[in-house]
């Protein structure tokens, strides 16, 4: 009996995940650059072969990890762009973006591990720069709508502690106070402090 198309879609996401998923804890454990395609097929459970028929280089391996974690900070703007007010915006980015860290721990802390590494910033190049500039330049708006006066210093500031805490939580979930966090960094943005 043959499969239907939409058994065989699922088969193909499944086995696209897998692939992701060992691409990036050989890239967390051997380097990006130390990593074989061969070693990830193995990983993975197939041939080079067929792995090539879903990601034909290392490149676009790495780019569709970086495309994950792209559509997990995306879902965060979505979720505060639904709110009514500028204070209310900032809370809703940061317990999102904090939110999504904790439901995909494990992918963010290899992704962590990964993403500053020489050959990963060389291959994403102007990917990474072009991500980085319109998460700050959404932060500066966001900022500056909930009455900032140094918009741009208060964009850096709430992503490098929302980058930051995210790393430093994923390093160690059950010894870090994540929620309490969340509630200092909303006080700061809020003027609730």
């Keep these: ?19 992701l998923k060992a691409a990036l804890k050989l890239f967390a454990a051997h380097g990006y650059a130390g990593t ?6 193995r990983s993975a459970r197939m041939s080079v ?9 290392k490149a676009d391996l790495l780019g569709a990890i970086f495309e994950q974690s792209m559509r997990d900070v995306e879902a965060s703007f979505a979720s ?14 940061v317990r999102s973006a904090f939110e999504t860290v904790d439901t995909n721990r494990d992918f963010w802390r290899l992704s962590y591990g990964v993403r500053m590494q020489p050959a ?10 072009a991500w980085t500039k319109t ?12 009455g900032s ?8 500031l709430l992503f490098a502690l929302i980058d930051g805490v995210s790393q430093h939580y994923v390093l160690d979930p059950r010894a870090y106070p994540l929620s309490e966090v969340a509630d200092r960094i909303v006080a700061l943005f809020t003027d609730t402090a």
């Excluded at 009996?1 to 086995?15: G, I, T, V």
């Excluded at 990963?120 to 720069?129: C, S, T």
């Design 36 to 41: 074989s395609i061969r070693m990830i097929a």
């Design 80 to 93: 505060a762009d639904a709110a009514r007010t500028p204070t209310e915006r900032i809370e809703r980015l």
């Design 149 to 156: 006066r140094r918009p741009e210093v208060d964009a850096a």
């Design 120 to 129: 990963v910033v060389a291959d994403l190049g102007k990917r990474l720069h």
């Design 49 to 57: 072969g067929l792995l090539y028929n879903y990601y034909p280089t």
């Design 1 to 19: 009996m043959a499969r239907s198309a939409q058994l065989n879609q699922r088969m193909r996401e499944a086995s696209r995940a897998r692939i």
């Design 135 to 146: 998460i700050q330049s959404t932060l500066v708006r966001y900022v500056r709508a909930a």
